[in-house]
């Protein structure tokens, strides 16, 4: 039976790498697969790895019926076997129902890859639906890290490396950028609820509030 699965976790775990890999098996099988994806770092109309690999993808704009581009495709001659979507997670709700009609009623496979929540640990929309919608959710297995080692289940945004709860749902963005830029973190629920990045605990380790006192 064709699925809707929903491979989440979080940001830097691995997900578009996986989205590379399985259409990479199945094309070396002989099937063919529509690549979605929205808002990329490496630009409209991308799936990038941070191993290294890109592909081209269709951009899933805002207002594209998904089911309807496939159709299209198909009406046109083109065979199309699985659906691979990138970024899932800025899906609108609709284009999420799109993507279980195209599991129900064109006998395919859709393999979506996303965030669940956002820096403020609140669901994006189209994770939600994907949640209800999903025949199947899968965590990735390789887990992200926090700065102190526990496993990382929440993404931080930051500014000059501190966490900020203020702001936009949507910043397309990178791990690891130079300080004075935004950029995320991924952090344990602990980290994440005392809003302790990296570079806080490391400036808190060295504040002479929290030196231990010497004696004369
Ligand atoms: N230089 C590297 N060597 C080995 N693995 C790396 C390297 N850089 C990134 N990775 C792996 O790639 C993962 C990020 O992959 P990516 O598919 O871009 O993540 P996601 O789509 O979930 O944000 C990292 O968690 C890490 O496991
Ligand atoms: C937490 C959070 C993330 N984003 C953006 C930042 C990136 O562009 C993508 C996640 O990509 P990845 O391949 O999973 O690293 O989402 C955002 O816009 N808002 C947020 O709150």
Redesign the pocket.
Known sequence: MPELVFFS?T???????LALQIGHNRSARGLQGIIFTRDDRAGEGKLS???GLVTDAVEAAPGLDLYGYLVERMSQGERVDYVIVDEAQFLAPEQIDQLARVVDDLDMDVFAFGITTDFRTKLFPGSQRLIELADRIETLQ?E?MCWCGARATHNARTVGGAMVVEGEQVVVGDVDRPAEEVGYEVLCRRHHRRHLTSATARAAAVSPDVLPVTQP
Do not use: E, N, P, Y
């Open positions: 976790g940001m830097d775990c691995g997900k578009s790498t790895s941070r191993l390789v992200a």
